[in-house]
Each structure stands twice: as structure tokens, then as C-alpha cells.
């Protein structure tokens, strides 16, 4: 079972993902704990975007340790409640989630003038990184293992 590693909601569990529903392989602990130890200094109070949120567990972590809001996109339903349970079960209410693709979700976003300090991408496995995303352009990737990290500019 997946939890959430730090913060207000320390230790406390998500929802179990069900395999036959969701078609996710979430994020592990251990790569969050790497990601948000780089990331600590950034966290407190920032506007996140969490595309192709998934199980949400990334973007939970970032309201858990102090995220202003978090704006969650998911095309799956079944994930998109998920997601919806596990904001729900951490009484986080900062936490907004759109049952929408990625492209279709950044216009809105756009029309809306929403602006973010941390995008969190993880696209599936099956799906390539995108090389724009918004206005920003893919500018680097970088390859650790089987974890990459995309810089947009």
C-alpha cells in the first residue's frame, strides 16, 4: 500500500490501488522521499500541477508537506476517483482534480490563467515525455536507471 512519506499527513495510507481498475504503477516511496528531499526548499506554498496523476500519491505528497493547492489531471476514471477518495480520506481540500487528457486540461488551465511553481509529469510508460507542454519546450532529459527527469523552460 502506498503512504505518504512526509509532512501534515506523515504516515498515513492511500487508498489500495485495485489492479483491475486502475492501470497504474504509482511512484515508490523511496523515489518521493528522494524527489521531495530535492524539492523541500520549493514546496511550502507553491501552486503544483500534477499531470498524469495517477494515483494522485505525488501531488498528495506535495500538500502533505505544505503545497498551497494542487491541480491534479487524470483521463481515467477510475483513477480520477482515486485520486478524489484519497484527497478525501487525507482531508486535503486544497486539491483540485480534472477527469480530462493533458491537452485538453492544459487550455483550460491556460484560459484560466492558472500559474504553477512545480509541474510534476509522469506520463505511462506507454506514452512518450511530451516535447511541449503549455509554452514551455522540452529543453534537457536526463536518464538515472529507469528514472528520467525532463526539464521544460
Do not use: W
Not at 42 to 62: K, M, P, R, T
Not at 69 to 97: K, P
Amino acid at each position: 500500500m502506498q503512504r505518504i512519506i512526509g509532512g501534515i499527513a506523515c504516515h498515513r495510507y492511500l487508498k489500495k490501488i485495485n489492479p483491475k481498475l486502475n492501470k497504474i504503477r504509482p511512484t515508490s516511496d523511496k523515489v518521493r522521499e528522494a524527489l521531495f528531499n530535492i524539492l523541500t526548499p520549493y514546496i511550502e506554498n507553491a501552486e503544483v500541477l500534477d499531470l498524469f496523476a495517477g494515483s494522485g500519491a505525488v501531488g498528495i505528497e506535495a500538500l502533505s508537506r505544505g503545497a498551497k493547492a494542487c491541480t491534479f489531471i487524470e483521463q481515467d476514471i477510475n483513477n480520477y476517483r482515486l485520486i478524489r477518495d484519497n484527497l478525501s480520506l487525507l482531508d486535503f481540500t486544497n486539491g483540485e482534480v480534472y477527469l480530462k487528457s493533458a491537452d485538453i486540461a492544459l487550455k483550460i488551465l491556460y484560459k484560466k490563467q492558472n500559474k504553477f511553481d512545480i509541474i510534476f509529469l509522469d506520463p505511462p510508460y506507454f506514452q512518450d515525455v511530451p516535447p511541449k507542454i503549455g509554452s514551455m519546450n522540452l529543453k534537457r532529459q536526463n536518464l538515472y536507471g529507469n528514472i528520467g527527469i525532463s526539464f521544460y523552460e
